[in-house]
């Protein structure tokens, strides 16, 4: 099964033939591969949600700005430091920023926070996820010390994406977006939803082709989980067997990524870390933001952020994954080279 040479409609027949779960060969072959490049390693990475405040407001998400429910917050300066010598005391090396789309983070505002981690902690990964800005803002980061930019695409099908945003907000921008990340230089981390509202098999299928085009160094998938607060209530999650099948497809498409085990996979099944890892997933980010605002970063229903998601917990991580022969290894965790 060579999907890295697979034509459209070849793959919309294997994704259809998987579509309840990975089959035994898809596991395999992409287990192997992830081996091939990392071994039996899975890289950790402190999350840091350190805003809720979004001016954008795309439909399926529960931070969306038009849910007046939210307890909103945002962390000072000193507060987001401090997440950092939490994590770095944990043993952490790599932190990874993320956010609404809050203006109150301009360019010299985020600058300031990047500059100082980097300082302080220069050995380490600094990886942003606050959405789309301009070149010139993204230009300004890279330079304040940022390492790595996490975008996801949500949908590589145009239609599909103007059913899950609003109008103000264009896939030909988030595109763009993410190819200018890329050449200035940034360590880059694209994905999607696996079930989201009007999700068709071509979309996984332009999702796949989309992925193998931009060859971005992290893709992260979790399955669409609805939030109580937003127009997509009452639409199905995404299943948990389909999410495998897609990250087992990516690391076959691009099999140096680095393929985070998500969190919202871990919500809708309980052993998806594990059976994460067994089709070809590689990452964990624990949380590490302030235990009092957790719950008021719900992008979805239930969102765990107890147990092994906590940073807290890294010991309960380090033994499951010990169980399943896995080990967690604590360093950068950059992409492999993509040769082999
Ligand atoms: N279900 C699953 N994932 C979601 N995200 C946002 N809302 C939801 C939801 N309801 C994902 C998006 C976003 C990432 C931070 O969280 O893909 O890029």
């Known amino acids: 099964m060579d999907v890295r040479s697979m034509s459209a409609p070849e793959l919309?027949?294997?994704?259809?033939?998987?579509?309840?779960?990975?089959?035994?060969?898809?596991?395999?072959?992409?287990?192997?591969?992830?081996?091939?490049?990392?071994?039996?390693?899975?890289?950790?990475?402190?999350?840091?949600?350190?805003?809720?405040?979004?001016?954008?407001?795309?439909?399926?998400?529960?931070?969306?700005?038009?849910?007046?429910?939210?307890?909103?917050?945002?962390?000072?300066?000193?507060?987001?430091?401090?997440?950092?010598?939490?994590?770095?005391?944990?043993?952490?090396?790599?932190?990874?920023?993320?956010?609404?789309?809050?203006?109150?983070?301009?360019?010299?505002?985020?600058?300031?926070?990047?500059?100082?981690?980097?300082?302080?902690?220069?050995?380490c990964a600094v990886t942003l996820s606050v959405g789309e800005r301009s070149y010139e803002s993204y230009k300004a980061l890279r330079s304040a010390g940022a390492?790595?930019?996490?975008?996801?695409?949500?949908?590589?099908?145009?239609?599909?994406?103007?059913?899950?945003?609003?109008?103000?907000?264009?896939?030909?921008?988030?595109i763009k977006c993410l190819y200018e990340l890329k050449e200035l230089g940034y360590q880059v981390g694209a994905g999607f939803m696996v079930g989201s509202p009007y999700q068709t098999e071509e979309c996984l299928v332009k999702d796949l082709m989309f992925l193998k085009q931009l060859e971005p160094d992290m893709v992260g998938i979790g399955p669409f989980i609805p939030q109580s607060q937003t127009p997509f209530a009452d639409k199905p999650a995404g299943a948990a067997g389909l999410t495998l099948t897609m990250l087992a497809l990516v690391r076959l498409m691009l099999p140096y990524v680095l393929l985070p085990a998500t969190t919202?996979?871990?919500?809708?099944?309980?052993?998806?870390?594990?059976?994460?890892?067994?089709?070809?997933?590689?990452?964990?980010?624990?949380?590490?933001?302030?235990?009092?605002?957790?719950?008021?970063?719900?992008?979805?229903?239930n969102k765990l952020c107890t147990g092994s998601e906590a940073a807290e917990n890294l010991r309960e991580l380090n033994e499951q994954a010990a169980r399943a022969g896995y080990e967690i290894d604590m360093s950068r965790g950059d992409a492999a080279e993509r040769k082999m």
């Open 264 to 301: 919202a996979l871990g919500t809708i099944s309980s052993d998806a870390r594990i059976a994460a890892f067994e089709a070809g997933a590689n990452v964990v980010m624990p949380n590490l933001s302030p235990p009092q605002h957790r719950a008021d970063y719900a992008l979805y229903n």
């Open 147 to 174: 390492d790595r930019y996490l975008l996801r695409h949500e949908t590589a099908d145009k239609e599909h994406y103007s059913r899950l945003h609003p109008s103000e907000m264009s896939f030909e921008n988030r």
């Open 12 to 123: 919309a027949e294997v994704i259809a033939l998987n579509r309840s779960e990975p089959s035994d060969e898809l596991r395999r072959l992409a287990a192997e591969a992830r081996e091939r490049y990392y071994g039996r390693k899975i890289y950790i990475r402190g999350l840091i949600e350190f805003t809720n405040i979004c001016k954008n407001n795309c439909l399926y998400c529960g931070i969306r700005c038009g849910n007046s429910a939210v307890n909103r917050y945002r962390l000072t300066d000193g507060e987001i430091l401090g997440c950092v010598d939490k994590g770095a005391e944990l043993g952490f090396n790599t932190f990874v920023l993320q956010g609404g789309e809050d203006a109150c983070f301009d360019d010299d505002k985020l600058c300031g926070i990047v500059y100082a981690i980097k300082e302080k902690y220069p050995e």
